[in-house]
């Protein structure tokens, strides 16, 4: 008979070698937990992240601008739909999932409680927050959970061509009038700081890092995520012309990175538990979409049950 300490060193053997734990494989419970954690966590922030956008469609300056954004948000409903999936494996159900993040016990990236009050802040989302979210999800392709893994092989696809969107746009304020500079600017001076935060607290302080690495599930850690997120974004705000609100930011000759200055950790905790700026009007709107659409899942799973009881009964009748 196979014992848990079979199941455990084969568990070991898996990750020590670098390959998948699939949904039928033996897992702790930790990391079994740990990955509902972060992929609902991941999940809900997929879904969550439309509203700031959303709230532009109408207001976008142009009808290409308005289909761009509509089919940007429309991803990130298909991203939040792969993640579930991938959450389901684990052995639970999207309604619980949803049932968590609506009663406050499962978190979604604070990020999104930011407001959007220019169109300017669009493209600072697209640039600054999906160009933070590529650089992590990167890494989550080499995850050691097969299914999430392959989620974001897909999802990291469609994120690149939303930080280009954003890029994009940013660049047209560039080249345009004194105010669609000052727009500009505004927009990155709002947005850079919680984009930092977005990588999660210092390696030294974080609850789940050091045994997420040990298990694979993350490959590189926050802070030197973010030192990879600052790297790459401080030349392109170079080519647009904007200054990065950090009067700390410089270049260090030695090491070849830019350095930055503290990051502003107790608006990061307010944030993540619950006293952002947009906090409350962001799950009361999504609770409220989650109620609205009561009548749409009844109505697919009474078809469901429809479906399979006649199946069954064909499958009785030719038995």
């Not at 699939?22 to 809900?44: C, K, S, V």
């Not at 893994?149 to 080249?175: D, N, P, T, W």
């Not at 030695?254 to 799950?283: C, L, P």
Request: glycine share 6%; with cysteine; net charge negative.
């Amino acid at each position: 008979m196979t014992s848990n300490a079979d199941f455990q060193a084969a568990f070991d053997a898996t990750i020590g070698a670098d390959e998948k734990i699939e949904p039928r494989d033996w897992m702790p419970d930790g990391y079994r937990n740990t990955l509902i954690r972060q992929i609902a966590q991941h999940a809900h922030s997929e879904i969550i992240g439309m509203q700031p956008e959303a709230n532009w469609i109408t207001r976008a300056p142009t009808l290409q601008r308005k289909a761009i954004l509509i089919a940007k948000v429309q991803d990130e409903a298909g991203h939040g739909l792969y993640l579930y999936s991938a959450a389901e494996t684990l052995g639970v159900s999207r309604d619980e999932l949803q049932d968590l993040l609506h009663r406050g016990k499962q978190k979604y990236s604070s990020i999104f409680n930011y407001p959007t009050l220019s169109w300017a802040d669009i493209g600072a989302i697209g640039w600054l927050v999906d160009g933070a979210a590529i650089v992590n999800q990167i890494m989550l392709q080499g995850t050691s959970y097969g299914p999430y893994a392959r989620a974001m092989v897909r999802i990291c696809k469609e994120e690149s061509f939303h930080a280009r969107q954003g890029y994009s746009i940013l660049m047209r304020l560039a080249e345009g009038t004194e105010e669609q500079r000052a727009m500009l600017q505004d927009a990155v001076n709002r947005w850079w700081w919680p984009s930092l935060m977005m990588f999660g607290p210092h390696d030294s302080e974080s609850t789940h890092t050091e045994q997420s690495m040990e298990w694979r599930i993350k490959r590189i850690s926050n802070d030197d995520l973010r030192q990879m997120f600052v790297d790459q974004t401080v030349p392109q705000a170079h080519y647009l012309g904007v200054e990065i609100p950090d009067p700390d930011l410089h270049f260090d000759e030695d090491s070849g990175h830019w350095r930055f200055g503290d990051i502003d950790w107790d608006e990061f905790w307010a944030t993540v538990k619950g006293n952002g700026r947009m906090n409350r009007e962001r799950i009361a709107h999504k609770r409220k979409a989650w109620e609205d659409g009561a009548w749409v899942r009844e109505a697919a799973q009474a078809y469901a049950d429809k479906h399979a009881g006649r199946t069954s009964s064909m499958s009785e009748e030719a038995a």
